[in-house]
């Protein structure tokens, strides 16, 4: 079927966490806003996911839910293979009801506190938390801006990783927020450092389904065996379909010693091996028939892109969008405003009334820079490029 995105659905008062006016009165002391902030979509799901919502909903009975069942399997192991020409095995796949309490329960279970953990800034803000919260300190590999299009410092990478209280490296891939669809070479190079160096790779791919025309996502776990037995690999549907608030994940794990380890920690030590029924029906739908729905919300994010670009190009030239290769999150650098970061978050806040994530908020490399969630109707983005350029004019 043919979905259309640019239908404008109200999400006020729906508990959504990108609209909710408690929420953004808390976060950013106002709700006066139009946010294009947190990642999820202002899209509905597949239609399919949605009738099979419903069918759940009319069963009329919640109780606990099993999922290692044959269905579950192969809808996960079918879209692997289908998106990713990846193939995976049933007892591979853990669990978890999303990627961030996964990373958590993986750093205190694989590293001692006091230990160091790489990431590479600016990058998906929870990554901090996940770090220091537990106790263990951040290493930072800070991504490099050359030409206008992120590198990575690998001099700088393997020194970091070098240190013998290195135990982990999480990468973001593709990257959140600067929307980098790493190479093969780039990632080979990164994993041949981590083997090298006895570093433990957390590969955060929840964003992977997510790539633009012309660019390929290369899995990290298949980049070798020797790789793959060093990884652990983050998966989710949620970003994918926008289902995010059905909380189900897909952690993969190749290797068996490792799997074990993180299997006793989600299950025994922290409870988290039961999937939420919703959360299961959409899951399996949306793996086997959200296809034809993905391939649509892509192009559309990228016609999305397309239209920012050429919009600043006319209307703000000095404002620079870096060129997206992934994910539906814009990287935009406003620096040509000439304002403190402050400044800049009290105009955008105050005077065009959009609530966008600041850069700084994504650590070192963030100074300048905004994060705008294009997943929206046009109109939606239009308007609130049109606050922004009516609020430079006052
Ligand atoms: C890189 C990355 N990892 C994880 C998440 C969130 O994962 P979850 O909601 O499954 O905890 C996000 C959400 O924006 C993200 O961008």
């Given at each position: 079927?043919?979905?259309?995105?640019?239908?404008?659905?109200?999400?006020?008062?729906?508990?959504?966490?990108?609209?909710?006016?408690?929420?953004?009165?808390?976060?950013?002391?106002?709700?006066?806003?139009?946010?294009?902030?947190?990642?999820?979509?202002?899209?509905?799901?597949?239609?399919?996911?949605?009738?099979?919502?419903?069918?759940?909903?009319?069963?009329?009975?919640?109780?606990?839910?099993?999922?290692?069942?044959?269905?579950?399997?192969?809808?996960?192991?079918?879209?692997?293979?289908?998106?990713?020409?990846?193939?995976?095995?049933?007892?591979?796949i853990v669990y978890s009801p999303g990627i961030v309490p996964a990373i958590k329960v993986?750093?205190?279970?694989?590293?001692?506190?006091?230990?160091?953990?790489?990431?590479?800034?600016?990058?998906?803000?929870?990554?901090?938390?996940?770090?220091?919260?537990?106790?263990?300190?951040?290493?930072?590999?800070?991504?490099?801006?050359?030409?206008?299009?992120?590198?990575?410092?690998?001099?700088?990478?393997?020194?970091?990783?070098?240190?013998?209280?290195?135990?982990?490296?999480?990468?973001?891939?593709?990257?959140?927020?600067?929307?980098?669809?790493?190479?093969?070479?780039?990632?080979?190079?990164?994993?041949?450092?981590?083997?090298?160096?006895?570093?433990?790779?957390?590969?955060?791919?929840?964003?992977?389904?997510?790539?633009?025309?012309?660019?390929?996502?290369?899995?990290?776990?298949?980049?070798?065996?020797?790789?793959?037995?060093?990884?652990?690999?983050?998966?989710?549907?949620?970003?994918?379909?926008?289902?995010?608030?059905?909380?189900?994940?897909?952690?993969?794990?190749?290797?068996?010693?490792?799997?074990?380890?993180?299997?006793?920690?989600?299950?025994?030590?922290?409870?988290?091996?039961?999937?939420?029924?919703?959360?299961?029906?959409?899951?399996i739908t949306a793996y086997q028939e959200g296809d034809d729905w993905l391939d649509q919300?892509?192009?559309?994010?990228?016609?999305?892109?397309?239209?920012?670009?050429?919009?600043?190009?006319?209307?703000?030239?000095?404002?620079?969008?870096?060129?997206?290769?992934?994910t539906y999150l814009a990287w935009v650098d406003f620096s040509s405003f000439n304002m403190?970061?402050?400044?800049?978050?009290?105009?955008?806040?105050?005077?065009?009334?959009?609530?966008?994530?600041?850069?700084?908020?994504?650590?070192?490399?963030?100074?300048?820079?905004?994060?705008?969630?294009?997943?929206?109707?046009?109109?939606?983005?239009?308007?609130?490029?049109?606050?922004?350029?009516?609020?430079?004019?006052?």
């Amino acid at each position: 079927m043919k979905y259309d995105f640019d239908k404008v659905i109200d999400r006020k008062n729906t508990y959504a966490v990108k609209w909710d006016e408690h929420l953004l009165e808390e976060f950013y002391g106002t709700s006066d806003v139009l946010p294009l902030w947190v990642a999820d979509m202002d899209f509905q799901c597949p239609q399919p996911v949605i009738d099979a919502l419903i069918k759940k909903a009319e069963e009329g009975i919640y109780g606990y839910t099993w999922h290692k069942h044959p269905t579950y399997f192969e809808a996960i192991k079918g879209w692997m293979k289908r998106r990713h020409n990846w193939e995976i095995k049933d007892d591979w796949i853990v669990y978890s009801p999303g990627i961030v309490p996964a990373i958590k329960v993986i750093i205190r279970n694989f590293t001692n506190p006091g230990d160091k953990v790489l990431i590479q800034t600016p990058v998906y803000y929870p990554f901090f938390s996940a770090i220091t919260s537990n106790g263990r300190q951040i290493l930072n590999n800070q991504l490099k801006l050359v030409n206008d299009r992120y590198e990575i410092d690998f001099e700088d990478f393997e020194e970091k990783a070098k240190d013998p209280l290195c135990k982990l490296f999480i990468l973001c891939s593709p990257h959140n927020p600067v929307g980098r669809v790493w190479t093969r070479e780039e990632l080979m190079h990164l994993g041949a450092i981590c083997l090298k160096h006895d570093v433990l790779v957390i590969s955060d791919e929840i964003h992977n389904d997510l790539i633009l025309p012309s660019y390929n996502h290369v899995i990290f776990s298949e980049l070798s065996k020797e790789i793959e037995d060093i990884t652990i690999m983050c998966t989710a549907p949620s970003k994918t379909f926008n289902i995010a608030g059905l909380q189900m994940s897909n952690i993969i794990i190749p290797n068996e010693k490792i799997r074990k380890q993180v299997d006793v920690a989600f299950r025994d030590k922290n409870s988290l091996g039961i999937p939420n029924a919703f959360g299961l029906e959409a899951l399996i739908t949306a793996y086997q028939e959200g296809d034809d729905w993905l391939d649509q919300v892509m192009e559309y994010v990228d016609n999305n892109f397309k239209f920012l670009e050429s919009f600043l190009k006319e209307k703000l030239p000095d404002v620079k969008m870096i060129k997206p290769e992934g994910t539906y999150l814009a990287w935009v650098d406003f620096s040509s405003f000439n304002m403190s970061e402050e400044d800049r978050k009290e105009f955008m806040l105050k005077k065009a009334k959009v609530a966008l994530d600041y850069g700084t908020m994504f650590g070192e490399g963030g100074e300048g820079f905004e994060r705008i969630n294009v997943a929206c109707p046009r109109s939606i983005l239009e308007e609130c490029m049109n606050r922004i350029i009516n609020a430079t004019k006052e």
